[in-house]
């Protein structure tokens, strides 16, 4: 017996459920620093920045499903357990507006999140959370034609942006421990959109994208996963 409607759960499937533990992952060393220090944590607070890192996440996942759709993208890829994206909205394209306006309102969740915590604390979040909207908004149809900033946009969000974004609302400050650590994370994620790359390298370069692995090959490629 079917619990979601068809269209329902294709919609769904353009967030990528699978990889939605990335957010919670990056969080969980913020989490763990502020423990170890012995700060008291508002519980509230705390479950609006998983809350925002998800709905952050599924926002890039639905913009990117949808641009991959429109641009034709999708009938051309091959598709494997981690690339490729859904292929829900091939099978489905009436739904892709309603994707865009998914993708939209949870970028508007985002940012209601941060705009509350830029409320209750001074303005030191703002770079962060400013930064993070723009790589969630541009990433698909501008930051992929841009090599260098497409093979390090995906760990500056994961990494540095999330983790220190979130350590500052829960202990009122940054810390230079904090930001080494986020670093663990900003390498680790920018191998994983890395060598996704690899095998989308036809599809991509026909539409009109450019990243290090059409830029300089699959081979030379490997060498900065390697050196990453």
């Known amino acids: 017996m079917t619990i979601l409607h068809p269209k329902i759960s294709r919609i769904i499937a353009t967030s990528r459920p699978a990889f939605l533990l990335l957010p919670p992952s ?16 508002n519980l509230l607070h705390l479950l609006l920045i998983f809350l925002g890192a998800v709905t952050a996440h599924v926002s890039v996942n639905m913009f990117n499903e949808y641009d991959d759709f429109k641009s034709g993208l999708d009938y051309h890829t091959q598709r494997t357990p981690f690339s490729g994206g859904s292929g829900a909205l ?29 409320r209750l604390s001074d303005w030191g979040l703002f770079p962060v959370g400013f930064f993070g909207i723009l790589l969630i908004y541009f990433y698909t149809h501008k930051i992929t034609h841009w090599p260098l900033i ?10 540095p942006l999330m983790i220190c974004g979130a350590y500052y609302i829960l202990s009122g400050h940054y810390s230079v421990a904090v930001t080494m650590a986020s670093l663990i994370v900003f390498f680790l994620v920018n191998n994983l959109l890395l060598l996704n790359q690899f095998p989308d390298v036809e599809a991509d370069k026909n539409a009109g994208r450019c990243h290090f692995p059409i830029l300089i090959g699959r081979k030379k490629s490997a060498w900065i996963y390697a050196g990453f």
């Open 26 to 41: 990056s969080l969980s060393l913020a989490l763990a620093y502020v423990i170890s220090q012995g700060i008291c944590i």
């Open 90 to 118: 091939p099978a489905v394209p009436e739904l892709a507006e309603s994707v865009r306006m998914g993708g939209m309102a949870c970028l508007l969740i985002t940012a209601l999140i941060g705009i509350y915590f830029l």
């Open 150 to 159: 497409c093979l390090i946009a995906p760990g500056l969000a994961f990494g």
